[in-house]
């Protein structure tokens, strides 16, 4: 009988110290993605070709997708909303792209910024 009460108080222990670190696993992913995502902006900022703009534009929408299906710890909504407004600007700065005119892709990609920073704000 000792094996029972030990055997259920170690799974609870478990499952506590699990839920406990999930969300500091998804913060830790997030930030991971957001790292990425200013690394991609730098990149893009700084491109001289349209290849080269794309690869780094291709890099910030799959960084968007990923970190928008993640959860956000203490404004769920808020998070949300940044998150479909970043998806939004990357469409208009994809259909500059697709124009092939590198000035309009990178003013949309400085509107970006500015959203960015308005977020960052409210989520503190």
């Known amino acids: 009988m000792s094996k029972l009460p030990f055997s259920l108080r170690a799974r609870t222990l478990l499952c506590v110290s699990l839920l406990a670190a999930a969300p500091v696993a998804h913060a ?12 991609a902006m730098r990149g893009a900022m700084a491109s001289t070709t349209m290849p080269e703009l794309s690869g780094y534009v291709t890099r910030l929408e799959s960084d968007t997708q990923q970190a928008s299906r993640q ?11 940044g998150m479909k407004a970043l998806r939004q600007e990357l469409a208009e700065v994809d259909q500059a792209i697709h124009a092939n005119d590198m000035n309009a892709a990178k003013q949309a990609l400085r509107r970006i910024n500015d959203t960015k920073k308005h977020y960052h704000d409210l989520l503190g």
């Open 71 to 81: 959860p956000y710890r203490s404004d769920q909504p808020t998070y949300d909303e």
């Open 28 to 39: 830790g992913e997030i930030k991971m993605l957001m790292k990425d995502m200013k690394l």
